[in-house]
């Protein structure tokens, strides 16, 4: 029965506090575990993975438990059918490109012809045509981590579970492999969790977000129920970022809705443009001077983060600014007030998507 | 020049102290007043009757302090031709004796005791040794003292002359070795001298016969690169002289 | 790069002038003594001295030891090794002790305590010998025993040292790719720790070419039986000088060799 993951997991960390977390991933679905550094994410990953013991709760992967603690039940980590890409690849640096790639079906007995045969395939697929026989340290960061996806694919895993498969690289690698992660996910049957720093690899990836902040899930949702409906000054922080799809030419990103001006007159084609909560400015009345980007809206929702106020507008795009609570007073603002929005061209960040 | 940092200094003054005081350790210990110390090395086979002599000679010579170096005679006759420090040699052989005459580090040897061999056993004779020929049974371990050393080389002659090709299973580097070896019940039989079998409690002994048995002559002699070439004669005198004849005869040793 | 800023280079990274100076110093230590038993090999005669039956018997059987003690250490050393780095079991530091106490001990202490652990009358000998009429001194086997009892702490803590270093990631992902013990073992924690196994090795085998006071002790000195290549040149030291030298330049030449055309070859990591 493939039902996904469905786990409750309590362990206790090296310092001393405790994580207390709950998850469940549905066969084809992607599901994201935010979080900071130090929120519990590492311990989430071993104790899935079978490296470490859950203290309390249960872990099933499709309908089978593997970590029970109330009926002193424990998979090893080689029976539970977990695929885990790591962080930093983890490829063993001994072994070529292929033996790596194999070593799953090689532990599972499989010959070592046919192992090479299908090591080979997965590595075309990942583009890696003809690099097996090349040593890990031989490998840049975004072929490195290919060779761990295939790797942890071709063992056909229940569950694939990716740390931050994407931390250890630099921007352009990221998009990069973010497009091929997000292909190869589509085609993993099973369920997926993804854990990650990063916002934006949350809500691009995954359909479902998990936020985990200090051993606990703080919000669970998609990536729009986080950005734009937050519940912790964290979320907001980090999901603020207000991110559009559009299409870039000649300095304007044309949304569905509205154009952009946008300081970067060189990118073109599919591009996601990002906007600061606070580089949005909130005006009452149409503003003089130089933003190129000026539209008259309506204030949906607002929120009250402590010394923070979080704005909702409408359209023709929706965006969320965060301004101060003596601007609030100062434009005397209410939901449903008419407010101006500008936001300076230069402060608009795209990116190719 | 090399100028230590600040932080460096209390390190750099700790190391200097402590490579002074090594140096100061190294030349204090030879530098005691040189006529209280007599440097005498003795053969193995010599060490409890000579504890007692030196006991003896430093009741009478109060203020002297007599160190024994004890081995096997060929490694103190090596040790002595290349310089190491002693006064007297008191070897267990004229072969090593002769060796260090030769060799300019030694004059006048003379005769003070002689020596023959036994077979020690373990207290119980586990291995029911009843005379020299049962050395060549293959199921006993038998010990021999190493040929070069003067037990070895005596107890080769002995084995000879009784017409026994002894199983050897260890020639041990000198006679206090062996003698341990039997006493601990790992050898059945070793082939060392009278003497140590009348010192030891731990062994019995079984006699050679007369017409194998080999008499060794022990050659006592002043170096001539000794510090302390009067209390080495001394000390000569001693082992000469009617006290130190009675303490070796009581230790099972023969008259010269 | 220019020979100018090649040779700018060199000079800024090499110590300085008193450092040099004393790692002259160091040098000598290892040289002079060398210099010394090749000043006194008899050239003429060592073809002929070299063919002797005690130096056949002698370097055969040291080798049989060494390679024997290294076998030996290597096959429950390494899962000795293993135990202490990754088991956390009461009174682990202890064993460790324990494990390193041949290092610390004189080999001659060595060699009587396995006298009388081992000998006719030990207390695991003594039972040995009425059940099996075995007696372990005095024999090649306690060459053997007495040459991996000094010789074994090498592997065991140079393996040790080694698995601690070990990144435990490693072992992880083999085990989430299915891999159960035994082949992460074999396929992961080994292989990544061969260099270090390397240079285990051959200080197991090169202390156990060396070793003196725990072989005489405890197997006696026997040529052709338990005469290894040092209790054979102490003996002829005493009797035969040339022979003596032979057999020092023997031993000296296969542990150079050795250590150095493997060094070069093994020891990445050290």
């Given at each position: 029965m493939n039902s996904g993951l469905d786990a409750h997991l309590v362990a206790g960390r090296e310092n001393g506090f405790t994580v207390d977390v709950r998850l469940e991933v549905a066969p084809g679905h992607t599901a994201a575990l935010l979080g900071p550094n130090g929120a519990g994410k590492s311990t989430v990953v071993s104790v899935l993975a079978g490296l470490m013991p859950l203290d309390a709760g249960q872990i099933s992967l499709d309908g089978r438990a593997l970590d029970d603690p109330a009926r002193s039940l424990f998979v090893p980590p080689e029976e539970r059918g977990i695929g885990v890409v790591f962080q930093d690849y983890?490829?063993?640096?001994?072994?070529?490109v292929s033996e790596n790639v194999a070593f799953g079906l090689r532990s599972r007995k499989v010959p070592r012809h046919e192992a090479a045969d299908r090591a080979a395939q997965w590595l075309e697929r990942l583009?890696?045509?003809?690099?097996?026989?090349?040593?890990?340290?031989?490998?840049?960061g975004g072929q490195a981590q290919r060779v761990a996806l295939a790797r942890a694919l071709i063992a056909e895993p229940l569950l694939l579970l990716l740390d931050?498969?994407?931390?250890?690289?630099d921007a352009t690698t990221r998009v990069e492999l973010r497009r091929t992660l997000d292909d190869h996910l589509e085609h993993f049957a099973g369920p997926r969790l993804l854990i990650t720093h990063d916002p934006t690899e949350a809500f691009l990836l995954a359909d479902q977000v998990h936020v985990m902040e200090d051993g606990a899930v703080t919000q669970v949702g998609t990536a729009d129920d986080i950005r734009l409906r937050p519940r912790t000054p964290y979320i907001a922080d980090l999901a603020g970022s207000n991110l559009v799809e559009g299409t870039a030419s000649n300095g304007i990103v044309a949304t569905t809705t509205h154009d952009l001006h946008v300081g970067d007159t060189h990118i073109a084609g599919t591009v996601l443009a990002t906007i600061h909560p606070r580089a949005i400015s909130i005006h009452r009345h149409q503003p003089e001077g130089s933003p190129r980007n000026t539209w008259e809206t309506a204030v949906i929702r607002i929120e009250h983060y402590g010394d923070r106020v979080r704005l909702q507008t409408g359209d023709p795009l929706a965006l969320t600014a965060e301004i101060t609570p003596n601007a609030v007073e100062a434009l005397a603002l209410v939901e449903g007030a008419s407010v101006w929005v500008s936001i300076k061209a230069t402060e608009i960040g795209v990116e190719a998507d | 020049m090399i100028r230590p940092r600040r932080g460096q200094l209390p390190r750099v003054a700790l190391l200097a102290f402590l490579a002074l005081a090594l140096v100061a350790a190294a030349c204090s210990s030879g530098s005691?007043?040189?006529?209280?110390v007599i440097l005498v090395s003795a053969a193995a086979s010599l060490t409890n009757a000579f504890a007692e002599i030196e006991t003896a000679f430093e009741v009478a010579n109060p203020g002297v302090d007599v160190v024994l170096n004890l081995g096997g005679s060929s490694v103190l006759r090596e040790q002595i031709l290349e310089g190491?420090?002693?006064?007297v040699f008191a070897s267990a052989d004229v072969t090593n004796m002769n060796l260090v005459v030769s060799g300019g580090v030694a004059d006048s040897p003379q005769v003070f005791a002689t020596n023959q061999l036994q077979i020690a056993v373990p207290l119980g004779n586990p291995g029911d040794?009843?005379?020299?020929?049962?050395?060549?049974?293959?199921q006993l371990l038998v010990g021999l003292c190493a040929s070069g050393v003067p037990c070895g080389d005596l107890a080769g002659e002995a084995l000879k002359r009784a017409g026994v090709a002894a199983a050897v299973d260890t020639h041990e580097p000198n006679v206090k070795a062996l003698l341990t070896k039997v006493e601990s019940g790992d050898l059945d039989a070793g082939v060392v001298y009278v003497t140590d079998v009348a010192g030891s409690e731990a062994v019995t002994g079984i006699d050679i016969p007369a017409s194998a048995n080999v008499t060794a002559g022990y050659p006592i002699a002043a170096t001539?690169?000794?510090?302390?070439p009067d209390g080495a004669a001394a000390f000569v005198a001693f082992v000469l002289s009617a006290d130190g004849q009675a303490i070796l005869a009581r230790h099972g040793f023969g008259t010269p | 790069m220019t020979d100018r800023a090649a040779e700018v280079r060199r000079k800024a990274s090499r110590p300085p002038a008193l450092v040099m100076v004393l790692a002259l110093a160091g040098l000598a230590v290892f040289v002079v003594p060398l210099l010394g038993l090749l000043a006194r090999t008899p050239w003429q005669d060592l073809p002929q001295l070299l063919t002797e039956d005690v130096v056949a018997d002698a370097l055969r059987l040291s080798l049989i030891a060494s390679l024997g003690a290294t076998a030996i250490s290597t096959v429950i050393g390494v899962p000795l090794a293993l135990v202490l780095a990754r088991v956390d079991f009461p009174g682990r530091p202890i064993v460790r002790g324990l494990v390193l106490l041949p290092l610390v001990i004189p080999p001659v202490v060595g060699g009587a305590a396995l006298l009388f652990a081992?000998?006719?009358?030990?207390?695991i000998g003594a039972p040995l010998y009425e059940a099996?009429?075995?007696?372990?001194?005095?024999?090649t086997w306690g060459v053997i025993i007495a040459t991996t009892f000094v010789a074994m702490p090498f592997l065991v803590i140079t393996v040790e040292g080694a698995l601690r270093n070990l990144d435990p990631r490693f072992e992880g992902a083999a085990a989430s790719l299915g891999a159960g013990r035994w082949t992460v073992l074999r396929r992961v924690t080994l292989p990544m720790i061969a260099p270090s196994l390397a240079a285990g090795l051959l200080l197991t085998w090169a202390r156990a070419l060396g070793e003196f006071g725990a072989t005489i002790t405890?197997?006696?000195?026997?040529?052709?039986?338990?005469?290894t290549l040092p209790l054979a040149v102490f003996v002829a030291l005493e009797s035969d000088r040339d022979t003596a030298v032979a057999l020092s330049l023997i031993m000296v030449a296969i542990s150079l060799t050795v250590l150095v055309v493997l060094r070069e070859r093994w020891w990445r990591s050290g």
């Open positions: 983890v490829l063993f640096p001994h072994l070529t583009g890696l045509a003809g690099m097996g026989d090349r040593k890990p340290r031989d490998l840049s931050e498969p994407l931390a250890a690289l | 005691t007043t040189a006529e209280s190491a420090p002693a006064d040794v009843t005379g020299i020929a049962d050395l060549a049974d293959e001539t690169g000794g510090d302390n | 081992l000998g006719r009358r030990g207390v099996t009429g075995l007696v372990l001194p005095f024999s405890f197997a006696g000195n026997l040529q052709g039986r338990t005469q």
